[in-house]
């Protein structure tokens, strides 16, 4: 595997965010899907079985969701600003809405604020309907 | 009183940790566990990676870590056998993680009121007093399933 530079360097250059879903191991055991629709950055994340929380419900496990909102925080960043390094998470504060169900979960993230050495993000998760969140977060990112 | 009262904790918990499917299959352990505490061990994988150039584990499978310690240590706390749903959880992230090294994560709860339960936890290598993360979390009460009540009875009526 070329070095994360490269990969993201390249998914720039090509325009195609795509190719960051396979960057580092764990987007693609996620099974990340990136893709730009209108020149805006989309996310999912399929559902898998191994994903799961609560076989009873059944939902996927809190840490996946929160950990796919972390991701594809950190992914927007790379593709919206010009930075080629991986930023790294200072802080991040999840709130749980809905249960995820087993179905492909979306995720919005848009730049609140950008400093010089930090950045500040809010992302959402949903399944079916934008308007029903299943989970929010919002964190501190160093982009310097 | 609590219906996991002279119930083997550290079984308790194994228990708890295996019937999470993505727990179990990350091939999270239990280190020690009591009532409303536990030390739980996630062994260092590389398809976990979240930056390939250092080999460092992705911050997401520490909310995973995380999530699951405080998920423990706020139902054995709060004993009525009703599952709980995370409400709410922030970390901090103090510094990267070792390549190669298992991490562990300790979580207590600190407070527990008729809806919520409030729990701290804190992810490390080997020092609990040099953590790589820090978190605090909340968790609502009385949520749906039931089913650890029939198991935490079975336990009992083993011991």
Known sequence: MSSLVEIIRHAKAEGDPELMATAYPYAVYLGLQMSTIEDELHCSMPFDEKLVGNPLLPAIHGGVVGAFLESV???????????????????????????????????????????????????????????????????????? | MSVFEGADFFAFATRFVEAIPHVKELGISVVTAAPGTAVIKLPYREDLIGNPDTGVLHGGVITTLIDTVCGFAAFSDVGDGFALATLDLRIDYLKPATPKLDLLAEGHTYKITKNIVFVRATAYHSDPQDPIANCVCTFMRGTKGVEFVNSASKMNSQS
């Open chain 1, 73 to 144: 925080a950190l992914v927007t960043l790379i593709w919206e600003l010009d930075i080629e390094q991986l930023p790294k998470t200072i802080d991040i504060s999840i709130d749980y809405l809905r249960s995820a169900g087993p179905k492909t979960t979306w995720a919005k993230a848009v730049l609140t604020k950008r400093g010089r050495r930090v950045a500040n993000v809010r992302v959402e998760a949903w399944q079916d309907n934008p308007l029903k969140p299943v989970a929010a977060a919002h964190g501190n990112f160093l982009t310097g």
